[in-house]
């Protein structure tokens, strides 16, 4: 079975400063998607990045971007410039074969001004 | 264009009662699922429906049912409500289902509380 684990339960970081939160996953697959969503305290989940492991490349979206290692399964997730706004629980989700998104346990980013 | 909207936004209910959620996808989807979120835990696989059919199904029991109508709109119930049902019910749409609905788009959620 498909898990993800996220070893960080909390995190903080100077606004403007980068911080990077880490994810692995186990699989046996070979093609799938990972992703990092956000979720405020507003609970809104809301899709940050998304990234094909058939793809070497590393996603970017702005300030956000990700640090994929297929042979390691680790998946980072790098916030650059950040911002008061970031605050909020991060998920690093894996989707496969199984049709489903499984979720890891989350880590809280505090920005700090 | 309007994103998933979910309704109630919150609910408390009484141990052994029922309950019926509702979620209304992204227009032009056709992929429903739901996820069940504990205070403080990632969400968990509940149900998949596509094209009014039951494509996934996670580890939950039978008290919990689905169902999607023709016009993509689902309803998620849950029987005899335990306190551990207490949670934030997210729904999540996509434009294709089954293997192909890997980029879904939450809804606000609905809190519900069992007391």
């Known amino acids: 079975a498909q898990t993800v684990t996220q070893s960080q339960p909390e995190m903080s970081v100077q606004e403007a400063e980068t911080v990077t939160l880490s994810c692995t996953y186990d699989?046996?697959?070979?093609?799938?998607?990972l992703f990092w969503y956000k979720q405020p305290p507003s609970r809104q989940m809301i899709l940050v990045i998304r990234q094909e492991a058939y793809k070497q490349q590393n996603a970017t979206e702005n300030r956000f971007s990700v640090n994929f290692q297929k042979a390691a399964k680790s998946f980072s997730l790098k916030i650059s410039d950040s911002q008061l706004g970031d605050t909020a629980m991060y998920f690093c989700?894996?989707?496969?074969?199984?049709?489903?998104?499984?979720f890891g346990q989350g880590t809280t980013l505090q920005v700090k001004p | 264009d309007a994103g998933v909207t979910q309704s109630p936004t919150h609910l408390i209910k009484t141990r052994g009662q029922q309950v019926t959620l509702r979620c209304s996808p992204i227009s032009g989807h056709k992929s429903v699922s739901w996820y069940q979120q504990v205070l403080g835990q990632g969400p968990q696989f509940i149900f998949q429906y596509y094209e009014k059919e039951e494509r996934g199904r996670g580890n939950f029991p039978d008290r919990f049912s689905a169902r999607q109508f023709p016009n993509y709109s689902s309803e998620l119930n849950v029987n005899a409500l335990l306190l551990g049902d207490s949670a934030l019910y997210l729904c999540?749409?996509?434009?294709?289902?089954?293997?192909?609905?890997?980029?879904?788009?939450f809804g606000p959620g609905t809190r519900l509380t069992v007391t």
């Open positions: 999540a749409s996509s434009s294709a289902g089954g293997l192909g609905a890997y980029e879904q788009y």
């Open positions: 989700a894996f989707y496969g074969n199984t049709g489903k998104l499984i």
């Open positions: 699989t046996s697959e070979n093609n799938y998607y």
